[in-house]
């Protein structure tokens, strides 16, 4: 008799396609778990359920990912979507990718869209840094960490990811990290249910590169660290959310948002109906 | 037949439309038309120029070789294009805008077109007076086509409008 | 749809109409002059037609969105000019890799740069080739009227569908801006070639094929579970750091061009028979070629007229049987020396260059002189 392993998510899994590329210790995987898990419990048939990157660590997820998968070019996930959502808009669109993607080639993107209250769910998995290229410091390094383009330690400011979100108009915007599994899944379920532009942040280590640069032995260390200084608030002010351990302030998580305006699909189909009225 | 018009004017005086407004009626008359567009970079105050060919036969090449008319609402427009005016040129300008130097004075039609297009209660259609004008000088289209392309292009203020026309008409036509 | 008959009117708005007409359902844009009025058409257009519109922050962002939504299942296009088109260079090559149906309409105007918006060029002409990164094999329109305007971009949009990348086509400034005749006929006049599509996949989800040129989309949502990859991929869409798979897929994408290029390529021919010096001349610049041909066999010299409509692939073959009875190509264009390389390189014939510099339509009497000069 033989013993089959398989992996409890198979179904959701190109199986074909693992092992991933991911390091040991990267929480990515733990990303990828809570994505399925979401979408499972979401209310939406998978097959509306489509994934959308753009380059980077993080944005190879929906490779792995059984459903209709899109990877785009660095930075461009969010305009891709965006397109594809307004074509299309039965789909459940999420932009799955890391913070340099997401908030340094791409972040005009970011403000745009959540400026619009797109009816997308954007899902920034934050490790500090570029991962793939090799550790280079980005908008979201906090001050005075080191990098392999900072070795003098980083003199720039960091994003304040909710607080950018909130302040442009986001309809929901929650922070956790991959230590907070549970949490992080259940933001993104709800995340789902949005009619407009959500926004969730995980904190991820990076173990050969931030991890490495910081301090840090290994992937496990990182998240341990991140679970120690975190607080949940989901009350914070978020103009105090910043990430800036190196200088031994705590790390705020929460579900910080969840307001309801207008979408843009919502006001689209309102403008597109008086418009074929005046056809007719 | 082949007739060549410039039309030179400021930014918002409506020189693009009225020299589109002619190329349609041209058009609905079954002839050939074409016209290309210059403008400053600027939106408001700069000028802008069009150039129309109008003829019975196909046309390929977009640029005026031989000018048969210079209408200018602008001072500019006339000291601008000085070396195309030839002996058999005419020249159309709005009068309270344009000096014609006496040299160019008997083959220049000075139509007092804000004027004329104040007294029919439309001060926004003095392009419409010149539009008129030029139909009756250069015959490049019909009075018809030239009404049926103003009603069609402003259909909630196409009397206003065509009083103007057919007043610019007028103006170059009646005899003496 | 815009109804049958005869218009005056100018390469923007028979553009746009075109576009409606070849099923164009989703525009997203970024202003620029001189090709403005073709987002301003389609953002009032679209809504009536049950095709959707959206005003994008920059270039980059339009033509991601265009490639997000042909993909998620609507015909769609973008329009700009010279920097946006810059701008756009890295989506396009997405568009090819991914093999994605889309137009891009880029009204050459004056460059490098900002160079003079307002003003004429057609300095792209290369760009539109050899644009983006990577080995690729565009198709490229180039209209040289009003009513071009209106029927290459139909047939752009057809092109797009069957071979299943981005179409662009090169005009310019003045063509977008220039009013003359547009004659309209009836919808049923126009071929217009649906997008074929495949829905849930039964076993088989393999994204694309390298053994068919022609392979339908897949549409998400339908359970097909299918992988676009901007990464050299496999046929299965997932990626590869194999040389062979490169191989097999850029095989694909250049191939699928190469052996259907007598059904792409379109050209015009004026008094080419018994020429001896023939112009090869495309865009508003074909227009003035042909009066100074005209002019030229008025005076009695053998000259012709070749007018490329499609600037890529290039009309390798038809130049090579024109070079044997021709002594020589005059290549007159609004910049210094582009389409006149494939023409010198595939001819193996004397390949005269005109340079106009950008800024104006190109004077015919310059082309004349210079085909004089050829016979004496």
């Known amino acids: 008799m033989s013993i089959e392993e398989v992996h409890p998510k198979s179904q959701f899994l190109r199986d074909e396609r693992l092992p991933h590329i991911w390091c040991p210790g990267c929480g990515l995987g733990i990303v990828l778990q809570s994505y399925i898990n979401a979408a499972e419990k979401s209310g939406i048939r998978l097959e509306n359920h ?62 745009h869209a959540a400026r619009r209250n797109m009816d997308l769910l954007v899902v920034c998995v934050n490790n500090f840094n570029y991962g793939m290229t090799g550790g280079q410091h980005g908008s979201t390094t906090p001050p005075s960490s080191l990098s392999s383009s900072t070795p003098y330690g980083n003199i720039e400011q960091s994003f304040n990811l909710p607080y950018l979100a909130a302040a442009i108009g986001a309809s929901y915007v929650a922070r956790w990290t991959v230590m907070h599994p549970r949490q ?74 969840n307001k309801r305006r207008p979408s843009f699909i919502e006001l689209e189909r309102e403008v597109n109906r008086r418009a074929m009225v005046v056809e007719k | 037949m082949t007739v060549n018009i410039r039309i030179y004017g400021m930014g918002g005086q409506g020189i693009i439309t009225l020299a589109k407004l002619i190329g349609e009626a041209a058009v609905e008359d079954g002839k050939s038309a074409i016209m290309t567009e210059e403008y400053s970079p600027y939106v408001t105050g700069g000028w802008s120029t069009a150039d129309l060919i109008i003829s019975d036969h196909e046309i390929d090449y977009p640029l005026i070789e031989n000018l048969d008319y210079l209408v200018t609402l602008s001072q500019e427009g006339l000291e601008k294009n000085l070396e195309s005016i030839k002996m058999s040129s005419k020249l159309i300008t709005e009068k309270s805008l344009v000096k014609v130097p006496d040299l160019y004075k008997k083959q220049a039609f000075e139509i007092p077109g804000i004027e004329l297009a104040k007294s029919l209660n439309n001060p926004k259609g003095t392009n419409m007076v010149i539009m008129g004008a030029i139909g009756g000088v250069t015959k490049s289209f019909s009075k018809e086509s030239g009404r049926a392309a103003i009603s069609k292009r402003f259909p909630s203020f196409s009397e206003i409008n065509i009083n103007c026309f057919d007043r610019g008409f007028e103006e170059v036509t009646r005899p003496g | 749809m815009l109804p049958p008959g005869k218009y005056f009117t100018d390469g923007n708005f028979a553009a746009t109409e075109g576009a409606l007409y070849g099923g164009c359902r989703f525009f997203a844009g970024y202003p620029i002059t001189p090709s403005s009025e073709i987002l301003e058409r389609m953002s009032r257009r679209l809504p009536e037609v049950g095709g959707h519109f959206i005003e994008m922050e920059d270039e980059i962002a339009s033509i991601a969105a265009i490639i997000g939504a042909s993909n998620g299942g609507l015909k769609s296009m973008t329009a700009t000019s010279g920097p946006g088109f810059s701008l756009m260079q890295e989506n396009i090559g997405l568009g090819m890799i991914t093999e994605t149906p889309t137009v891009i309409i880029d009204e050459m105007r004056a460059g490098p740069s900002t160079g003079i918006p307002t003003r004429v060029g057609q300095g792209d002409v290369m760009q539109t080739r050899w644009g983006s990164h990577g080995d690729l094999a565009p198709i490229t329109y180039s209209p040289n009227s009003v009513q071009e305007s209106f029927d290459l971009t139909i047939l752009a949009f057809n092109s797009a569908e069957i071979y299943r990348q981005p179409v662009i086509i090169a005009s310019d400034q003045v063509i977008g801006h220039l009013s003359e005749i547009l004659t309209v006929g009836n919808p049923e006049e126009y071929e217009v070639i649906q997008r074929l599509t495949r829905k849930k996949a039964n076993g088989n989800h393999n994204t694309f094929s390298y053994s068919d040129d022609f392979i339908p989309m897949f549409v998400p949502g339908t359970g097909f579970r299918g992988n676009v990859d901007s990464l050299t991929h496999d046929e299965m869409g997932y990626p590869s750091n194999d040389a062979s798979v490169e191989r097999e897929m850029l095989e694909h994408l250049l ?122």
């Open chain 1, 50 to 111: 489509v994934l959308i990157s753009g380059i980077g660590c993080t944005a190879r997820l929906p490779g792995y990912a059984n459903l209709d998968t899109y990877h785009t070019t660095h930075g461009r996930g969010i305009p891709f979507a965006t397109g594809m959502k307004i074509a299309n808009p039965d789909l459940k669109v999420t932009v799955i990718s890391g913070d340099g993607d997401l908030f340094n080639i791409g972040g005009n993107h970011f403000i």
């Open chain 1, 184 to 257: 992080f899944t259940k933001s993104l379920s709800k995340a789902m249910d949005i009619r407009g532009f959500a926004f969730v942040e995980v904190l991820s280590p990076c173990p050969p590169n931030f991890g490495k640069f910081n301090g840090f032995s290994d992937g496990f260390a990182e998240m341990e660290f991140y679970r120690k200084n975190s607080v949940v608030d989901n009350e914070a002010k978020l103009e105090d959310v910043s990430i800036d351990p190196h200088h031994g302030k705590q790390i705020i998580l929460g579900e910080f948002v």
């Open chain 3, 255 to 376: 191939g699928k061009i190469k052996r259907n290029e007598t059904k792409i390529i379109r050209f015009e021919e004026y008094m080419t028979d018994d020429a001896k010096v023939i112009v090869v001349a495309y865009g508003i610049t074909s227009r003035s070629a042909k009066k100074a041909v005209k002019n030229a066999r008025d005076e009695g010299l053998k000259v012709g007229l070749f007018r490329p409509i499609t600037l890529w692939p290039f009309p390798e073959g038809r130049i090579v049987e024109l070079a044997e009875k021709t002594r020589k190509f005059i290549v007159p264009e609004i910049n210094y020396g582009q389409y006149s390389h494939p023409v010198r390189e595939f001819s193996r014939r004397e390949t005269e260059e005109i340079h106009f510099p950008p800024g104006a339509i190109p004077d015919f009497k310059i082309i004349l002189r210079e085909i004089e000069r050829s016979f004496t």
